[in-house]
């Protein structure tokens, strides 16, 4: 249903808040970088809604440079720094936060706080905008590919491990070494997994234990390789302004298509 609302998560990603829920059933899932080397989740919902998704985390700049392009979808988080919830009041953004929508979320008592806060995905969207073309092109297995069974994202403190399933033609993943797995229904996967290489900088601000909060620009250009039908296809990304679309092309410009189904995007510091 195109006029269904997109409902866009922030999911942490900690070791302790394995496995998370509702994963599964996200259309697009970014892999960002946080403080102290680790990563988090953005999930985009829009085809599939489920009934619950979670631990819901904070948010950073990076999301609202990331999403400016979206339409005005719903940002589910759970609170952020002064000058992020700023970013988020000024931004193209349904404000979803536990703040502003305490009725949508609840706490899982049998897990430790921070990392035990779930939301209702239906409440969540509601008053998001529908989709919109962010720039992704999906279609026939592009030429150029060489084969790829798995491949591995480092990050500071962190690492995201990605492998090819033939049998059921997906990506699936791992974090830190261990199966990425789901709380609420089958492993999470990926038709399409997009390593986008970003510059990332400090933002000037810092958590309660001093680390300081990445920016990964998603606005601009860099390499970037698409995994798809268990081949990894070099190019580019291209998106010239927040509201552009980001545009993913091969060595001699032509469209970097994408297997149809989930999409997964590493935003791999550079």
Known sequence: DL????????????????????VESADLVYVELVEGGLTRLLAVYQSQIPRVLGPVRSART???????????PALAFSGAAP???ALVARAPLLNASDQSRPDGYRRDRRRPM??????????LRQGGSPPRDIGFRFGPTPPGGR?????????????????????????????????????????????????????VRDTGIRDAAGSASP??????????????????FAGRWSRPAPEAVTAFTLPDGSPLTFAPGPVWVVLVPG
């Open 3 to 22: 006029s269904a609302p997109v409902l866009c998560v922030k999911i942490d990603n900690a070791g302790v808040a394995r496995p998370q829920s509702g």
């Open 62 to 72: 990076s999301d609202v440079e990331l999403l400016a392009n979206f339409g005005r």
């Open 83 to 85: 000058v992020v919830n």
């Open 114 to 123: 921070p990392h035990n806060l779930y939301g209702n995905a239906n409440l």
């Open 147 to 199: 084969p790829l069974a798995e491949t591995t994202v480092r990050f500071p403190a962190a690492t995201v491990g990605v492998q090819w399933v033939p049998a059921v033609s997906r990506w699936v993943f791992s974090m830190d070494g261990d199966p990425f797995t789901s709380a609420s229904g089958p492993r999470p996967s990926a038709a399409t997994v997009v390593l986008q290489r970003v510059v």
């Open 215 to 232: 920016f990964a620009l998603t606005v601009g250009s860099g390499d970037a390789v698409v995994l798809r039908d268990g081949q990894a």
